[in-house]
RNA sequence: CGGGAAGUGGCUCAACUUGGUAGAGCACUACAUUUGGGAUGUAGGGGUUGCAGGUUCAAAUCCUGUCUUCCCGACCA
């Protein structure tokens, strides 16, 4: 492509509407432009990057056997009806109606239709496994889209679906399909960690994601550092180790105005670990109080898994009153109100908790001391914590879900009624899988992980150009045909070169290719009376000037080996 | 939805506190001098100050409402 009369254009300052490195770096680089919160244009240059990311997705895709199919975005509601996913998706659902009022949404995953394709081509267990995907346009109306390309509001997704007979195929299936991520994430040189995971929405048995790590991260990874552990924080196990000692006697004291942990911990001279805190919680409009470690988190997505429930709430003052919890001294004992406490709390002793009375605690607390409705692992894990497979020490990284992987089972396939006949002409669910990629937000987090001051450092796999062609005097012919004869040439050899012939001052041409993150720079300089023009890597300040002659091989060498 | 910040030429901001009819830098146009890391000078073009209402002789500025965007919390690729 050659600059001079195209779309091309960069912006000097950062715009006020990105935050994130990679949003701002991608607005003002001309590659993507926002339309609303969660929503954006992607410009050529940006495309460009896009299609090369699909085109490596796609490469290992079709190599792992899946095939590509191209799935509606518009579709009726009653589809997502069936398997009670409107229900379970909820807000996060577009919805609109056609002229008849006929309720439709746009999609935000694509099980249903998946499977009800499978429905028209499998019979018998010789028509399985296969595995399907599309690269096609989500819809899902977050809560909150931020972080440029990273939350928004419509997105491309690779989503890919497994159809097997039973659980051993799905293991195969699953497994070739991990096969195929990992390709795809190493051709995409990105920095990438997978870790276990929830199923969330999706339903099904086990889930594993793909997170790239960045500190723009917005989940939290449990790592261990002595075995390859791995864990989403929302579903790492919290193991402690009980300390014994012998229980003393269970005494009130006084604690004026000291409400939360940090305050009784430090008036009554005991460390945080030794405090249960209590969480006065909403879950159905029942008020549940939810008793962990004092220096610890609840994770409600634990809780609401122990609970079997969707959704919990903080309480609000008017359910509390319904209790004799009193908020900053509520404690378990003597607690009229339902009562889950977390599993560590069972081996602490001698602990410190509210009193339930304004200005009370009780100290050295026991188990034996109060009652409970349920117990179990609803706490989040920290660093520092004790790795639950080897008992090393956990530390936490940020990522970013770039993809996922899901053993969905049989939801869906019993729910939609696909099903196969076996070899005695029994009927069996058909076993299915699910795997996302989200493009843009690969996209993102490559820049959040590859960049300097002067802007983004793409690799080679997915840089709009591979190399660009700078010409430093436009008015100088001989420069500007050696440039144009360069950009011939390597375009002939399938070199995708980008040719930098605006009349602009050098500086600006320079700035620009790095700010666009162009790998390899070749500059058509004065130089060129002497056959010589120079090479630079945008990673390297250096440049190594090189025979007009050898430009190609050189380029093509370099490709070769990066 | 709760909490915080902000909407002024294409972009970044000033003027708002203390009302008097909008200004700078970048970008753009023309000319000149420049030309190897975002040049300089001169002269220009471009804004119903997010929208609607109100107060006032007079509103970017004060008041009310509303919309939008960003950041912090519950969702997810």
Known sequence: ????????????????????????????????????????????????????????????????????????????????????????????????SDRFDKPFVLGPTHEELFTIAAKSKVNSYKDLPFTIYQMADKFRDEPRPRYGLIRVREFIMKDAYSFDRDEKGLDISYNKMKEAYNHIYDRLKINYKIVKADTGVMGGSLSEEYQAITNIGEDVLVLCDSCDYSSNIEVSEVVSKEIKEEEKKLELVETPNKESIEEVSSYLNIPKSKCVKAMLMNVNDELVTFFIRGDRELNLNKACKLLKVSDITFAD??????????????????????????????????????????????????????????????????????CPVCGGKLYFKKGIEIGNLFKLGTKYSTKLGLTYLDENNKSFPVVMGCYGLGIGRILASIIEQNNDENGIIFPLSIAPYQVCIVVIDTKNEEQVNIANKLYEDLKSKGID?????????????????????????????????????????????????????????????????H
């Not at 490469?59 to 056997?65: L, Y």
């Not at 009153?321 to 900053?328: D, L, M, R, W």
């Not at 700010?515 to 300089?525: D, E, F, M, Y």
Request: net charge negative.
């Open 317 to 386: 003052d008017e359910l509390i009153s319904k209790s004799n919890a009193v908020p900053g001294f509520t404690g378990p004992i003597n607690l009229n109100s339902k009562i889950v406490v977390d599993r560590e709390i069972l081996s602490m002793h001698n602990f410190c908790c509210g009193g339930n009375k304004e200005g009370y605690h009780y100290i050295n607390a026991n188990p034996k001391d109060f009652k409970y409705d349920a117990f179990g692992d609803i706490s989040n894990v920290l660093e520092g914590d004790i």
């Open 1 to 96: 492509m050659k600059l001079k009369n195209s779309y091309f254009y960069t912006l000097r300052e950062d715009v006020k509407d990105e935050e994130s490195l990679s949003g701002k770096l991608l607005v003002r680089s001309g590659m993507i432009k926002k339309v609303g919160a969660g929503i954006y244009m992607y410009l050529p240059m940006g495309l460009k990057v896009l299609d090369k990311i699909k085109k490596i997705v796609k490469e290992e895709m079709d190599a792992a056997g899946a095939e590509e199919v191209l799935m509606p975005s518009l579709i009726p509601s009653e589809y997502y009806e069936t398997c009670g996913r409107i229900e379970a998706l909820g807000k996060s659902m577009f919805h609109l």
């Open 497 to 561: 070169v980008l040719l930098d012939d605006r009349e602009e001052r050098p500086g600006v041409k320079f700035k620009d290719m790095d700010l666009i993150g162009i790998p390899l720079r070749i500059t058509v300089g004065k130089k060129v009376t002497d056959n010589i023009v120079e090479v630079k890597e945008r990673t390297n300040s250096e440049f190594t000037e090189i025979k007009i002659d050898n430009v190609i091989n050189f380029v093509s060498d370099y490709l070769k080996k």
